[in-house]
Antibody, heavy 118, light 112 residues
Framework: EVLIVESGGGVVQPGTSLRLSCVAS????????MTWVREIRGKGLEWVAG????????NYGESVKGRFAISRDNSKNTVFLHMTSLRADDTGIYYC???????????WGQGARVDVSS | ETVMTQSPLSSPVTLGQPASISCRSD???????????LSWFHQRPGQPPRLLLY???QLFSGVPDRFSGTGAGTEFTLKINKVEPEDVGIFYC?????????FGQGTKLELK
């Protein structure tokens, strides 16, 4: 069974940093691209970032480019999202998902809540 | 970035009746190999999104066949042939042809 678990969320002040982790199991992690999607209350879903199976091809959403960094450690079946210069509009639930192919986000975690407030 | 526009944003439906959601992109979603990476997701309150269809019309494993997807180029449609109680929630289209991937605003399906 595919299992994806996010961690690292919390309440932080504007301008600070936070790192989310996503641990996956139940499949050959090193063969799959992975992605982060966030849910912003009142705005819906927004694609944040994605990387391919070896972590060498990386892309970001426009609103996080230059502030967020995605990476992975295939030896630990883990994907990271390092978020810096956090703003109030980054507040939301951050989901990690397996990307079977372009747009086939076929397995999701339950999400990590991030609250950026002073 | 590619802008995805869904309509309607809210859809009151009757159980057992059909429902349809439109999704438009501001540029073609056909890539240079002729593939169209348009997916549909469903999200219930308090739950992560769930993949329904990919590549316009391909039903994901385990998804009931009352869901279907059609369309090409810039215009796409999700149809539910008979709405069930568990279909309540928000439906999103998402394009994965062009980086960055982008979602539509979401369509809230609610019972009349």
């Amino acid at each position: 069974e595919v299992l994806i678990v996010e961690s690292g969320g919390g309440v932080v002040q504007p301008g600070t940093s936070l790192r989310l982790s996503c641990v996956a199991s139940g499949f050959d992690f090193s063969s799959y691209a992975m992605t982060w999607v966030r849910e912003i209350r009142g705005k819906g879903l927004e694609w944040v970032a994605g990387l391919n199976n070896n972590g060498l091809s990386i892309n970001y959403g426009e609103s996080v480019k230059g502030r967020f960094a995605i990476s992975r450690d295939n030896s630990k079946n883990t994907v990271f999202l390092h978020m810096t210069s956090l703003r109030a509009d980054d507040t939301g639930i951050y989901y990690c998902a397996r990307n079977g192919s372009a747009g086939i986000f076929d397995s999701w975690g339950q999400g990590a809540r991030v609250d950026v407030s002073s | 970035e590619t802008v995805m526009t869904q309509s309607p944003l809210s859809s009151p439906v009757t159980l057992g009746q059909p429902a349809s959601i439109s999704c438009r992109s501001d540029r073609t979603l056909v890539d240079t190999d002729g593939n169209t990476f348009l997916s549909w997701f469903h999200q219930r309150p308090g739950q992560p999104p769930r993949l329904l269809l990919y590549k316009v019309s391909q039903l994901f494993s385990g998804v009931p066949d009352r869901f279907s997807g059609t369309g090409a180029g810039t215009e796409f449609t999700l149809k539910i042939n008979k709405v069930e109680p568990e279909d309540v929630g928000i439906f999103y289209c998402m394009q994965a042809t062009h980086f960055p991937f982008t979602f539509g605003q979401g369509t809230k399906l609610e019972l009349k």
